[in-house]
């Protein structure tokens, strides 16, 4: 005959009865399996640690429902943690606190002094992401007085030139591909060609419409709306992604004239051809563009694996393309292979709505040495310019304060990891 009974220290005592006869007690002693833990330094996470039972008396996979696990982080009081089995002999042992060193140890009767020897171990730290807030910046792509569109003349054959002016800054750690689209190396110096596709929400932008001579009047300095009312979810700044025209090759509109135009119509009204189109996009690492050959150096050093990237976005269609999103794409890395990643589309809305992307992990993963976030402002962005000029829809913005073409515009804030 064989009995089941629930999991204790204490010997058993058993009696036989038959009707109104009861047998002499019988003491039955109770053999404890003797169990052993063991965690590899690649099972120890943030928050949890997978843990090996080990017993030499007994089917692991059989006792590992049984075990209770408890941990130290003085050695002296131990309490039992929070844990169920992952797998077979593998037991999940959660709530554990970030960089903090433990003493763990098992027991198959519930209890801590009849327990399996200590195991040590550090759980990885909860790394913050990188300067995720956007508050430190660099002042990296400025103009000065370029050529905003085409000339313009309303009367006798004078002509003039709209300028603009602009200091935009981009956050330490994360790179752009303004390096490309608005490159100072464009032929033509335009604002139809040269284009910043990222930029901070606290940016300086002037756009100067001269006076007409003789008269003085008519002219003025203002920001374009394209660039006004971006505001951070959290601290002073946040960053714009925004699908943009640019072209390395542009040829400067022809000359706009119409007499006495009134000064709504201050502007060159030819529109040029623009060859190229890309997706703003903000990512962790260097990038750099010369003479059409881009090169992309993705991710930073890390050392923890964090179980998603939370953040908040705004996000606001082309006209031309109403199904377009932004994407935001996490991987962590173990040396050159990835071994958890993640990605969620961002739909349009216009205010500030959290996001929140899970990182899916691979079984039995190594320790992280990197990490990749990669931010776009459409799910057409892509490494190859000919595929982002093929499926990216922008808009024509011209008039007295802006000459430029661009699209869908995600502005980002406020990322974290969670663990």
């Given at each position: 005959?064989?009995?089941k009974?629930?999991?204790?220290?204490?010997?058993?005592?058993l009696?036989?009865?038959?009707?109104?006869?009861?047998?002499?007690?019988?003491?039955?002693?109770?053999?404890?399996?003797?169990?052993?833990?063991?965690?590899?330094?690649?099972?120890?996470?943030?928050?949890?640690?997978?843990?090996?039972?080990?017993?030499?008396?007994?089917?692991?996979?059989?006792?590992?429902?049984?075990?209770?696990?408890?941990?130290?982080?003085?050695?002296?009081?131990?309490?039992?943690a929070?844990?169920?089995?992952?797998?077979?002999?593998i037991?999940?042992?959660?709530?554990l606190?970030?960089?903090?060193?433990?003493?763990?140890?098992?027991?198959?009767?519930?209890?801590?002094?009849?327990?399996?020897?200590?195991?040590?171990?550090?759980?990885?730290?909860?790394?913050?992401l990188?300067?995720?807030?956007?508050e430190?910046?660099?002042?990296?792509?400025?103009?000065?007085?370029?050529?905003?569109?085409?000339q313009?003349?309303?009367?006798?054959?004078?002509?003039?030139?709209?300028?603009?002016?602009?200091?935009i800054?981009?956050?330490?750690g994360?790179?752009?591909?303004?390096?490309?689209?608005?490159?100072t190396?464009?032929?033509?110096?335009?604002?139809?060609?040269?284009?910043?596709?990222?930029?901070?929400?606290?940016?300086?932008?002037?756009?100067?419409?001269?006076?007409?001579?003789?008269?003085?009047?008519?002219?003025?300095?203002?920001?374009?709306?394209?660039?006004?009312?971006?505001?951070?979810?959290?601290?002073?700044?946040?960053?714009?992604?925004?699908?943009?025209?640019?072209?390395?090759?542009?040829?400067?509109?022809?000359?706009?004239?119409?007499?006495?135009?009134?000064?709504?119509?201050?502007?060159?009204?030819?529109?040029?051809?623009?060859?190229?189109?890309?997706?703003?996009?903000?990512?962790?690492g260097?990038?750099?563009?010369?003479?059409?050959?881009e090169?992309?150096?993705?991710?930073?050093?890390?050392?923890?694996?964090?179980?998603?990237?939370?953040?908040?976005?705004?996000?606001?269609?082309?006209?031309?393309?109403?199904?377009?999103?932004?994407?935001?794409?996490?991987?962590?890395?173990?040396?050159?292979?990835?071994?958890?990643?993640?990605?969620?589309?961002?739909?349009?809305?216009?205010?500030?709505?959290?996001?929140?992307?899970?990182?899916?992990?691979?079984?039995?993963?190594?320790?992280?040495?990197?990490?990749?976030?990669?931010?776009?402002?459409?799910?057409?962005?892509?490494?190859?310019?000919?595929?982002?000029?093929?499926?990216?829809?922008?808009?024509?913005?011209?008039s007295?304060?802006?000459?430029?073409?661009?699209?869908?515009?995600?502005?980002?804030?406020?990322?974290?990891?969670?663990?």
């Open positions: 005959m064989t009995l009974v629930s999991a204790d220290s204490d010997d058993l005592r009696r036989a009865v038959s009707g109104t006869k009861v047998s002499s007690e019988l003491t039955v002693k109770r053999e404890v399996p003797a169990v052993e833990a063991s965690a590899a330094d690649k099972d120890v996470w943030a928050t949890k640690a997978y843990v090996k039972v080990v017993s030499k008396d007994v089917n692991a996979s059989s006792l590992a429902p049984l075990i209770t696990a408890y941990v130290s982080t003085d050695g002296s009081t131990y309490t039992a929070t844990a169920s089995v992952s797998k077979d002999d037991l999940l042992v959660k709530g606190k970030a960089g903090t060193a433990y003493k763990l140890r098992l027991s198959a009767v519930a209890d801590p002094d009849r327990a399996s020897k200590d195991i040590e171990f550090t759980t990885e730290n909860a790394t913050a990188p300067n995720g807030d956007f430190t910046l660099t002042a990296n792509v400025t103009a000065k007085d370029m050529l905003q569109g085409g313009w003349s309303i009367s006798a054959g004078v002509y003039y030139d709209n300028k603009l002016s602009y200091t800054s981009e956050p330490n994360w790179a752009t591909v303004n390096a490309k689209t608005a490159s190396s464009h032929k033509t110096q335009n604002s139809f060609f040269v284009v910043p596709s990222t930029f901070n929400s606290t940016l300086t932008w002037l756009s100067t419409v001269p006076n007409i001579k003789v008269l003085g009047t008519g002219g003025g300095t203002e920001t374009p709306d394209s660039y006004k009312g971006f505001t951070a979810q959290h601290g002073k700044n946040a960053m714009v992604l925004r699908n943009v025209a640019w072209d390395p090759e542009g040829k400067r509109p022809d000359k706009w004239k119409k007499e006495f135009a009134g000064t709504d119509e201050y502007y060159g009204h030819n529109v040029p051809e623009v060859s190229q189109r890309s997706a703003g996009k903000l990512f962790l260097t990038y750099t563009y010369n003479n059409g050959s090169t992309y150096n993705q991710g930073v050093a890390f050392a923890s694996r964090p179980t998603s990237l939370k953040g908040y976005y705004t996000y606001t269609n082309d006209p031309g393309d109403t199904a377009e999103k932004g994407k935001v794409t996490v991987q962590v890395l173990s040396g050159e292979t990835i071994i958890g990643s993640g990605s969620v589309t961002l739909g349009a809305v216009a205010k500030y709505t959290a996001f929140n992307v899970p990182v899916t992990y691979q079984a039995n993963v190594g320790k992280a040495t990197s990490i990749r976030v990669m931010i776009t402002s459409s799910t057409h962005a892509s490494d190859n310019q000919a595929a982002e000029t093929a499926a990216i829809k922008v808009s024509t913005f011209n007295r304060y802006e000459s430029a073409m661009h699209g869908a515009t995600l502005c980002v804030d406020n990322l974290s990891l969670a663990y």
